[in-house]
C-alpha cells in the first residue's frame, strides 16, 4: 500500500520541477522585464469583430497567446501556421489566439483590409487592430529598442505573462536561436495547457 503523504509530496515535487522548467525554458533575455508581470491593459485596440473594445480582463478563465504582426513580414507569414495549429489544437482547453495587426508605419486601417492581410497570410485568430502602436508600445517595446516587433506573448488564466518569443521567426525556420526560442516558447504554452499552470 502506498503512503498518501508520500503520494501527495512526489505530486507537489513532480509539479514544481515541471514549473521551473518551464520558466527556464521561456526565459528570453530580451522579454524578461515582461515576464511573470501581469498584462498590462492595452488601451485603445480595436477588435476587428465585435465587441471592438475588449480589455485584458475580459479574457480572464482563458490563456491567451497574443501575435503582434504585419503584413510584409516574413516572420509573421512563416509563423501563421504555428499559431493556427496552436488555436486549434487548445481552443476547446481554453486558449485563445489574439492576433495584433500593427501597420508599418502606423496609419489608419480598415477592418476589411486587416482580413484580407490576415487571410493572405494564414492568420485564423481573432484579429485586432492596433494602428498608433499603442498596445505594442504598452505590452512589449516599453520605451526599449526591441530587434522586432512580432513579438508573442503567452499570457495565463490570471493575466500574468508566462513566456515570451521576442519575435522573428515562432517556427523550425530561421536560425538555431529562433528555433531554440520558438521549441521553448512551445513548451511552455504545453505545460500551462496541460497542467493549467506554469
Not at 18 to 38: C, I, N, Q, T
Not at 103 to 126: F, M, Q, S, W
Request: glycine residues 8%; proline residues 5%.
Amino acid at each position: 500500500m502506498t503512503n498518501p503523504l508520500r503520494a501527495r509530496a512526489l505530486v507537489v515535487v513532480l509539479a514544481l520541477s515541471l514549473a521551473a522548467m518551464a520558466r527556464a525554458d521561456s526565459a528570453d533575455p530580451e522579454g524578461s522585464d515582461v515576464l511573470g508581470k501581469r498584462l498590462p491593459d492595452w488601451g485603445d485596440l480595436r477588435f476587428v469583430d465585435a465587441p471592438v473594445h475588449r480589455k485584458p480582463a475580459d479574457f480572464k478563465g482563458k490563456v491567451l497567446v497574443i501575435r503582434f504582426w504585419t503584413d510584409q513580414c516574413p516572420f509573421c507569414r512563416a509563423s501563421a501556421p504555428v499559431l493556427t495549429g496552436w488555436g486549434d489544437k487548445y481552443r476547446d482547453k481554453g486558449l485563445v489566439v489574439i492576433d495584433i495587426y500593427h501597420p508599418k508605419p502606423p496609419h489608419a486601417v480598415t477592418d476589411d483590409e486587416v482580413r484580407a492581410y490576415a487571410k493572405r497570410i494564414g492568420l485564423r485568430g481573432l484579429l485586432a487592430v492596433d494602428e498608433r502602436w499603442s498596445a505594442l508600445e504598452k505590452l512589449w517595446l516599453r520605451g526599449q529598442d526591441r530587434a522586432y516587433t512580432s513579438a508573442t506573448l503567452l499570457v495565463d488564466r490570471e493575466g500574468v505573462v508566462r513566456a515570451v518569443h521576442r519575435g522573428g521567426y515562432l517556427s523550425q525556420d530561421g536560425s538555431d536561436d529562433d528555433r531554440q526560442q520558438a521549441q521553448a516558447f512551445e513548451r511552455s504554452l504545453r505545460t500551462l495547457m496541460e497542467n493549467d499552470r506554469l
